[in-house]
């Protein structure tokens, strides 16, 4: 853990980690509601995202922490942060600049579509 503040306790007991530590970000864009892309948080990835207005993430391919945009500029800036009710996934509000995804598209869910049944209420 690097030399910072930690998380406050009060947060930290609230999440339900992975067996690596982690937690599922859904990141979501503020306004239209739009799903922009997933990612991963530790409890300093969370601490920083809490405390300093931008997005950061673990990497768990790199094993270091990484900020959204800082070699993109496709920046995401936080708008609010919601912890499920199983304490085990987080929603992050955004507003983001540029493309989310690392491929180029607005979305990492852009064109990705698999072949579904659509269900109907009855």
């Known amino acids: 853990m ?3 503040p930690s998380l406050d306790p009060s947060i930290a007991a609230r999440l339900k980690r992975d067996e ?7 990141v979501q ?5 739009e799903v922009l892309m997933v990612g991963w948080m530790d409890d300093e990835a969370l601490r920083r995202t809490l405390t300093s207005g931008r997005v950061t993430f673990w990497s768990r391919s790199r094993a270091e922490y990484w900020r959204k ?3 993109s500029g496709h920046l ?5 942060v919601a912890l499920d009710c ?3 996934a987080l929603l992050v509000r955004v507003d ?5 995804c690392h491929t180029g598209t607005h979305s990492c869910f852009d064109g990705r579509d698999l072949p579904a049944v659509q269900g109907a209420r009855p």
């Open 96 to 100: 983001q600049v540029g493309p989310a």
């Open 86 to 88: 199983d304490g085990d």
């Open 29 to 33: 864009q503020h306004d239209t509601g």
């Open 69 to 71: 945009g800082d070699t």
């Open 2 to 4: 690097p030399d910072s």
């Open 20 to 26: 690596a530590g982690l937690v599922c970000a859904v």
């Open 76 to 80: 995401q800036h936080v708008r609010g």
